[in-house]
């Protein structure tokens, strides 16, 4: 069985930097993309950054220039260092794995359970 671990949301106050980090942990072949999306209070879940497993990666535009996707493919870990971070970027930040589970032929997507994020004077 697949899962998708998150750690490292909190408080924070605007201006200030958080890092999340997300560990894809089962029976995994292979990882495509792995991703962070966020879910603010009364709005639609929205894509903040993907990484391929090449390394390509893209951004929403709100986060370009202030948050960093990276990955570790030995560990099957995503990470995402958020810098200058506003009030607006209060969500809960969920993990997103496109991989392929060993003896099977297709890939699933699978989400992690959340982190809160918090930018709060």
């Known amino acids: 069985q697949v899962q998708l671990v998150e750690s490292g949301g909190g408080l924070v106050k605007p201006g200030g930097s958080l890092r999340l980090s997300c560990a894809a942990s089962?029976?995994?072949?292979?990882?495509?993309?792995m991703a962070w999306y966020r879910q603010a209070p009364g709005k639609q879940r929205e894509l903040v950054a993907r990484?391929?497993?090449?390394?390509?990666?893209n951004y929403a535009d709100f986060v370009k220039g202030r948050f960093t996707i990276s990955r570790d493919n030995a560990k099957n870990t995503v990470y995402l260092q958020m810098n200058s971070l506003k009030p607006e970027d209060t969500a809960v930040y969920y993990c997103?794995?496109?991989?392929?589970?060993?003896?099977?032929?297709?890939?699933?997507?699978?989400w992690g359970q959340g982190t809160q994020v918090t930018v709060s004077s």
């Open positions: 997103y794995a496109d991989l392929r589970p060993i003896s099977s032929r297709v890939n699933y997507q699978y």
């Open positions: 089962g029976s995994i072949f292979s990882i495509n993309a």
């Open positions: 990484i391929r497993s090449g390394g390509d990666t």
